[in-house]
């Protein structure tokens, strides 16, 4: 993807999702992730292969 959002929004939106107790907060960090990436599976791959490529270097 090469208008991917900057990494430190994507680590936002999914702390969004994962570590907050608002429901609020949550779903708004899930459609951030959606509506970025078309999908949060599409999202969670993308993660991923980035958390990938950083290892490598």
């Known amino acids: 993807m090469n208008n991917a959002p900057p990494e430190s929004l994507i680590r936002t939106w999914v702390w969004m999702m994962s ?7 949550m779903n708004k960090g899930r459609q951030n992730l959606i509506s970025a990436f078309g999908s949060l599976q599409k999202a969670i791959q993308y993660i991923e292969q980035h958390a990938d490529s950083n290892d490598e270097n």
């Not at 570590?19 to 907060?25: G, K, W």
């Open 19 to 25: 570590e907050n107790n608002d429901p609020e907060l």
